[in-house]
């Protein structure tokens, strides 16, 4: 028995620990709009425009992005577009716009780059009822060493010409997408 435990002891001893999972976003990101806290996925920038208790969901599957925002002021135009990094206290913090091919000079304005066939743009103007939706459909697939982890309302429209392309004024309010690890995205298969 001793000499079958110093066997296994001795092809165990040089096999690392499995790496830590790996975390992505996941398919499907809920939140109500509050101030800010590290407890909440959904935070408000501007109340007037996206008021707390606002909501926001949104779906990624594939190459389809489907954005629903509920409580917002009837009739308002409001842009939206999926952005590198997570939500902050600070609204910059949410980073650039994803981009499938990344324009050298940031801030994008570059209609090259800065347009809706290499980014994700969600425009919508909220219903009668304060409900926005938007559909984004890509012919590209997110990568997965640098996701979209945001996803930020803005107070106007998205511009396109160039030398302001991309852009649609301040960051009204921004949805941090939902973190699950490879092994959850996989249904527990790796």
């Not at 935070?43 to 917002?72: C, H, I, M, N, S």
């Not at 000079?105 to 800065?114: F, H």
Request: glycine share 10%; hydrophobic share 35%.
């Amino acid at each position: 028995m001793n000499s079958l435990l110093l066997l296994l002891a001795a092809l165990t001893a040089g096999t690392p620990a499995p790496p830590p999972p790996v975390y992505q976003p996941g398919p499907v990101t809920v939140g109500t709009f509050r101030a800010w806290s590290e407890a909440t996925p959904a935070v408000t920038y501007d109340t007037a425009a996206v008021p707390e208790g606002a909501t926001g969901k949104l779906t990624v599957k594939g190459t389809t992005v489907r954005l629903k925002v509920t409580g917002l002021v009837p009739g308002r135009a409001y842009g939206a577009h999926l952005h590198v990094n997570p939500c902050t206290d600070k609204p910059a913090e949410a980073g650039p716009h994803y981009q499938h091919k990344i324009d050298p000079v940031q801030p994008s304005v570059d209609p090259r780059y800065a347009n809706p066939r290499n980014e994700v743009w969600l425009d919508f103007t909220a219903g009668a009822d304060g409900t926005g939706r938007a559909t984004s459909v890509q012919r590209w697939h997110f990568n997965n060493s640098r996701p979209p982890w945001s996803m930020v309302l803005h107070a106007e429209r998205t511009h396109t010409k160039p030398g302001e392309a991309g852009t649609a004024g301040a960051r009204l309010a921004c949805l941090t997408r939902t973190a699950v690890s490879a092994y959850e995205k996989t249904g527990g298969r790796l």
